[in-house]
């Protein structure tokens, strides 16, 4: 009763990263409930699955396994968690902000008549004093995002209702094991309890996944590239410096907006959020739009001909100058010293 859960995403039968930073998240949330964490996973062929959770701290471990639970599917999905939390009664619930977690987490929220918020950047326990009502709220989730284009960021709560219900990005969160060691209770539960047969009307044939193009979120060092790049041609020297350096190459929205690179490469609110343990930013002003996407970044150096920039007091490092005066410098000195 009124613990914390994460619904954890599979891909076959391996959890996706983006749960497992939410179980690292939700167990910090839950020791500061003084609650448990509680995890859910529904799919086929689950045999061994707590291995993957139990280490992120995970109290107990609900898992829904029959032969038509994967790949996802909204309707079969959703009434195992919309029937699970008529039980349960969590008080928070976390999925990850994917093209599954934007399906399912507002199917579920609607029916439990329960609040949600997309794409949080952080998540806190606070107290809330509604001095119209005379209330005071105590122990409440902060679901803090981004909101008008970026412009201010907002703190939303659901004193109400539960469960309060939160999708974030992966790479928002960072992905810690508590403990290898770490055991739970494991619940395997009746599917046809919880899943009407009605529900598997819709049944995948066949499922095609691109792979990505590269390999911006687990990059270690990323070369990011902003309007004031100036061109697609000047991305070009971005490509190279990067190419020397073994990294990624990355966009901000202005740049992406331009042309100059394509939208897979988006870093910020509307693209991808990384945590490189270096982040060379060049010609990017740093708006709070982009900031949210790179922010936990190991060592951040910005190339800005701009002094003024927002992101040179973000930088751990600022080189003034314009992209085309300093990369090719950059790569040249980084040859002569790496022989």
């Known amino acids: ?112 008549g329960s609040g949600l918020t997309a794409d949080c950047t952080a998540l806190e326990i606070g107290v809330h004093e509604d ?20 412009n201010i960021v907002a703190t939303i709560i659901n004193p109400e209702h539960r469960p309060q219900m939160a999708t974030v990005r992966e790479g928002v969160m960072k992905k810690e094991i508590l403990d290898a060691n770490y055991t739970g209770e494991v619940l395997h539960h009746n599917v046809a309890q919880y899943i009407p047969h009605t529900d598997y009307v819709i049944s995948v044939i066949d499922r095609h996944i691109e792979k990505a193009k590269h390999n911006l979120k687990g990059a270690p060092i990323i070369v990011a590239g902003g309007y004031g790049v100036g061109s697609r041609e000047g991305f070009d020297l971005l490509f190279d410096l990067a190419k020397e350096l073994h990294a ?4 901000s929205r202005a740049a992406v907006d331009a042309g100059f690179c ?14 490189p343990k270096l982040y060379i930013a ?39 100058g314009t992209v085309e005066e300093v990369i090719p410098k950059m790569i040249k000195y980084y040859k002569q010293n790496s022989k």
């Open 248 to 251: 990624e190459v990355g966009g």
């Open 131 to 150: 001095k119209r009502e005379g209330k005071v709220y105590e122990n409440l989730l902060y679901q803090i995002r981004p909101a008008f284009g970026g």
């Open 1 to 112: 009763m009124n613990n914390v859960f994460v619904y954890c995403e599979l891909e076959g039968t391996t959890v996706a990263d983006v749960s497992l930073e939410l179980l690292t998240k939700g167990r910090k949330l839950a020791s500061r409930l003084n609650c448990r964490l509680e995890a859910v996973v529904i799919g086929t062929g689950l045999a061994g699955v707590e291995t993957q959770v139990m280490p992120y701290g995970v109290d107990r471990l609900h898992i829904f396994d029959a032969p038509d639970l994967f790949p996802y599917t909204s309707l079969p999905h959703a009434s195992a968690l919309i029937n699970l939390f008529k039980e349960e009664q969590p008080q928070i619930c976390l999925m990850g902000a994917t093209v599954i977690g934007r399906d399912l987490g507002p199917r579920v929220s609607s029916a439990l």
């Open 262 to 275: 394509d939208h897979d490469r988006q870093i910020g609110q509307t693209g991808l959020t990384v945590r």
């Open 282 to 320: 060049c010609g990017i002003s740093g708006q709070i739009q982009h900031i949210a996407g790179m922010q936990e970044s190991g060592i951040i150096i910005s190339i800005n001909n701009d002094e003024q920039a927002p992101i040179n007091t973000l930088a751990d490092y600022v080189i003034h």
